[in-house]
Structures are given as C-alpha cells and as structure tokens.
C-alpha cells in the first residue's frame, strides 16, 4: 500500500557454490589457459525470500576469503554497503595477498579484501533490485547508455590442450588453432560476423613483437573500420615497447600494458604517440597517484571483481575524469552473472566510453538460463527484469559444480600446460 515502507531484506545466508567451465588452449604473457576455468556462483539469501546472484573467481583462495566474510553479513542490510565493506575487512582481518593471475598486478591484502567486496556487493545490488523492482543500473544513478558495446578479445591459440592437460574425452571446441596473421584475422572475421563486434582487442606478449605488431597490420587491411587494441601484458621491456609503438602509431586506439609498472610504463608513454591502458600497473587505488604524478597511462581499466565493485568502480571513474584518464573495462573469464554485471555497471558510468573486454565468445558452458543478454551489434542490450535480470540455471549450477569436483583443479596456473607442451618453458617477465 501507499507510503507503506520497504522492508529491507537482511541476509540469512551466503552460499558460495565453485564450478568448473571447459576454457580452451588460450596463449597469452604467462602461458596458455588450463583446460578448466573455475568461478564461483555466490547466492545471498535473505529474511524476505530474495536470494541476490553473484560470480567471482573460484580458485581456493578466493573461495576461502568469501567463505571467512560471509558469516559476518548475517543479519546485514542488503543497502547497507558501507556496512558490508566494513565487516567484510574485519573478517579478513590479517588474510593473506591472494593473486588469481599476474596478469592483474601484483597481489595485496587491500586487492584481497576488494575481490571480496566486490563479489557480495553485486549479490546485495540484485537483491536490492529484486525487492525494489529496480534494475542494478537504475540503482547506480540509471543508464545513460541501454546497449554496453563490447570487444572481440582475439587470442593465439592452439586447436587443442596438450597432451596430458586434459582428461580423455575432453571435448575440443571448434576454433582451430590461431598462431599467425592469417588465424588471427580468420579468428576476428568469425567473431565479426557472429556477435557483430567493432574494437578488435588482440592479447599479445605471447610471440616476437614484431610478430604481433603484423598481426595488428593485417588486422587493419582486413579491417580497415574497427578500432584495434594489442596487449603483450607487460612481457616487453622499455625498449622493446619504445622500438614497437612507433610502428602501431595509427594503428592502434591504444596500446595496453606494453611494459610492467608505472615507472617503465611512463618512459614508454615519452615515446610513443600511441595512449596507453592498463589493467596492470593500476589496479588499485594506492597505485592511482604514481600513475598520476608519472603521467604514465592515458587509460584505465575498470574490473568490478577486483576494485571492489560497483561503488569502487565508479570512484574510479570520477578519478580518471580528474585526471583526464579515458575508461575502459578488463575482463577474465567469466559467466552469465559476471556479464550481467559488467553490462549493468557499463550501462551506468557516462565516462566508460570504450567498448568493455570480456571472454564470451570462448565460453561453451553457462550457469544462466538462456534469454537474459542477447548480441547485437558488438554489444548486448541492459536485461530488463530487476536486479540484474539473470536466472540461476541450477540445473547447470549441479552440473558445473560436479565438473569442478572431478577436475582436480583448484587454482588458475597458465604455467602447467605451457611446460606439458615445452618442458624447458620459464616464465620470464619481460620475455622480449
Ligand atoms: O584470459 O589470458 C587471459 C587474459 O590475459 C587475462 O587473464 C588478463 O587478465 O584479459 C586480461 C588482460 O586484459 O590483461
Ligand atoms: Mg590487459
């Protein structure tokens, strides 16, 4: 009834379910993705029947730090989101760094406790949105832009794990291998063509640069209209980076993370035309004014899962417009949630101006029922039904679940299979 008050839903219960997806043999900076990615699905179930949805990594120590916070929400507002930051830091207390990856920056305790934020706070904006009716996007400041346009992540790839990485049976996906121009221009005509993508977004560190810088050539004789992107995460040293970006001049919206860290990554900027991007040398908000004073980047990107959600992506957004900084959006490989929620907080921060990464395309299993986020034009349109307009499929939830039992994969390591295929394989930072 009129002027009747809401009731504001208080968590019950947390339950973190980790899954395992098929991920192909993707090559990048630290070797090749495993034959398993793991996530974990978050349910927040609250006193009012509303369970809100969330997605985070599902490496151990991942899952261990969402499993120490939740207890301490019991009884917790889903509003109050000062509130969850608070006792998800104090039951962190003194956790360990945790890094998923190198290729997101070096780990910190401050990075752990955002990764956890992060992933109950989307959980607590779909239940927000389910007990008012409102959108994940109207509940950020509404959308200034109702379809988020996203890039095809081009990647080297071989056409199957090596030997010994996957169980037998396992089931090669129909990519092929792409190890040279052609492959990877086949591989971004096939991404054209199917989701209708406009910024072409190579992952590179993987092969000589100046292999990689003629895979961007050739990427633009093919495509002579879309808006190219390279990123070698970090595996170039300053010099590398300073011989190569002249030749990507005019080529390139931007060049993301030739080299590692702010000092190195300022240097190149000296000399290069080219702006540069990172979701390496600022991943957090203490690296924020090194960048600033070193003028080393001219783009950041945004990731909900580690800079501590919705709330802290935009915080960051009202930096980058301080500073001048353009915004994108870095992705891992994610689920249907992950995506809703990507496409939410693109929706709603004006200055998020490039299209947003994300690994879709080389995802073959999902944990959402099919409907909600439908392709077009490169970009997917903002899920209509409140929160943010996904439906847990639980009978994917079991499936996935029981695929990450029997896996045996328990942490993201790009190493293993690279060394299976080369035994004399080291990881080398910068390797060119
Ligand atoms: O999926 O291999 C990958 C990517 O390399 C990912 O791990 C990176 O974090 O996409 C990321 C990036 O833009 O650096
Ligand atoms: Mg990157």
Same mark, same amino acid.
Request: charged share 20%; with cysteine.
């Given at each position: 009834?009129?002027?009747?008050?809401?009731?504001?839903?208080?968590?019950?219960?947390?339950?973190?379910?980790?899954?395992?997806?098929?991920?192909?043999?993707?090559?990048?900076?630290?070797?090749?993705?495993?034959?398993?990615?793991?996530?974990?699905?978050?349910?927040?179930?609250?006193?009012?029947?509303?369970?809100?949805?969330?997605?985070?990594?599902?490496?151990?120590?991942?899952?261990? #730090?969402?499993?120490?916070?939740?207890?301490?929400?019991?009884?917790?507002?889903?509003?109050?989101?000062? +509130?969850?930051?608070?006792?998800?830091?104090?039951?962190? $207390?003194?956790?360990?760094?945790?890094?998923?990856?190198?290729?997101?920056?070096?780990?910190?305790?401050?990075?752990?406790?955002?990764?956890?934020?992060?992933?109950?706070?989307?959980?607590?904006?779909?239940?927000?949105?389910?007990?008012?009716?409102?959108?994940?996007?109207?509940?950020?400041?509404?959308?200034?832009?109702?379809?988020?346009?996203?890039?095809?992540?081009?990647? &080297?790839?071989?056409?199957?794990?090596?030997?010994?990485?996957?169980?037998?049976? &396992?089931?090669?996906?129909?990519?092929?291998?792409?190890?040279?121009?052609?492959?990877?221009?086949?591989?971004?005509?096939?991404?054209?063509?199917? &989701? +209708?993508?406009?910024?072409?977004?190579?992952?590179?560190?993987?092969?000589?640069?100046?292999?990689?810088?003629?895979?961007?050539?050739?990427?633009?004789?093919?495509?002579?209209?879309?808006?190219?992107?390279?990123?070698?995460?970090? #595996?170039?040293?300053?010099?590398?980076?300073?011989?190569?970006?002249?030749?990507?001049?005019?080529?390139?919206?931007?060049?993301?993370?030739?080299?590692?860290? #702010?000092?190195?990554?300022?240097?190149?900027?000296?000399?290069?035309?080219?702006?540069?991007?990172? #979701?390496?040398?600022?991943?957090?908000?203490?690296?924020?004014?090194?960048?600033?004073?070193?003028?080393?980047?001219?783009?950041?990107?945004?990731?909900?899962?580690?800079?501590?959600?919705?709330?802290?992506?935009?915080?960051?957004?009202?930096?980058?417009?301080?500073?001048?900084? $353009?915004?994108?959006?870095?992705?891992?490989?994610?689920?249907?949630?992950?995506?809703?929620?990507?496409?939410?907080?693109?929706?709603?921060?004006? +200055?998020?101006? &490039?299209?947003?990464?994300?690994?879709?395309?080389?995802?073959?299993?999902?944990?959402?029922?099919?409907?909600?986020?439908?392709?077009?034009?490169?970009?997917?349109?903002?899920?209509?039904?409140?929160?943010?307009?996904?439906?847990?499929?639980?009978?994917?939830?079991?499936?996935?679940?029981?695929?990450?039992?029997?896996? $045996?994969?328990?942490?993201?390591?790009?190493?293993?299979?690279?060394?299976?295929?080369?035994?004399?394989?080291?990881?080398?930072?910068?390797?060119?």
């Amino acid at each position: 009834p009129k002027g009747k008050p809401l009731r504001t839903p208080k968590v019950t219960d947390i339950v973190v379910t980790p899954v395992a997806v098929l991920d192909p043999p993707l090559l990048n900076a630290s070797g090749v993705h495993q034959p398993y990615q793991l996530r974990a699905v978050i349910e927040l179930h609250t006193d009012t029947g509303i369970t809100g949805l969330g997605e985070a990594y599902g490496d151990d120590p991942t899952l261990a #730090n969402l499993r120490a916070a939740a207890p301490a929400l019991v009884g917790l507002s889903v509003f109050d989101l000062n +509130g969850l930051a608070t006792r998800v830091a104090e039951a962190l $207390g003194a956790v360990d760094a945790v890094g998923m990856t190198d290729l997101i920056g070096a780990a910190s305790r401050e990075k752990s406790v955002a990764q956890t934020v992060g992933a109950l706070e989307v959980a607590c904006y779909d239940a927000q949105g389910k007990a008012t009716g409102l959108r994940v996007c109207d509940l950020l400041g509404g959308a200034v832009r109702e379809a988020v346009p996203f890039s095809a992540y081009l990647f &080297y790839r071989w056409a199957h794990h090596p030997e010994g990485a996957a169980p037998e049976g &396992y089931p090669a996906d129909d990519w092929g291998a792409a190890l040279d121009p052609e492959g990877i221009v086949a591989q971004a005509r096939r991404m054209v063509d199917t &989701y +209708g993508f406009r910024s072409l977004k190579l992952k590179g560190g993987v092969f000589e640069p100046e292999a990689e810088a003629e895979a961007i050539e050739a990427l633009r004789a093919a495509f002579p209209d879309h808006p190219l992107r390279l990123d070698p995460n970090a #595996n170039w040293s300053v010099e590398t980076s300073k011989r190569i970006a002249p030749r990507l001049e005019g080529l390139l919206e931007y060049l993301e993370d030739p080299t590692g860290g #702010n000092p190195g990554m300022a240097e190149v900027a000296r000399a290069t035309s080219l702006p540069l991007a990172t #979701n390496m040398c600022v991943t957090s908000f203490a690296e924020i004014p090194e960048a600033a004073a070193l003028d080393s980047v001219k783009i950041v990107l945004t990731d909900h899962h580690y800079w501590g959600g919705f709330r802290a992506s935009m915080r960051l957004a009202g930096i980058c417009e301080t500073f001048g900084w $353009g915004l994108s959006m870095h992705s891992n490989t994610h689920l249907g949630i992950s995506l809703a929620a990507m496409t939410h907080l693109a929706a709603a921060v004006p +200055g998020l101006t &490039y299209a947003c990464d994300t690994h879709s395309p080389w995802q073959r299993e999902e944990v959402v029922r099919p409907g909600a986020l439908v392709w077009s034009e490169g970009s997917l349109a903002v899920p209509q039904q409140p929160g943010l307009g996904v439906e847990l499929d639980r009978d994917a939830l079991e499936r996935l679940h029981k695929q990450y039992l029997d896996c $045996g994969v328990r942490s993201r390591d790009d190493r293993v299979g690279m060394v299976l295929a080369d035994p004399a394989w080291e990881r080398r930072t910068p390797r060119f």
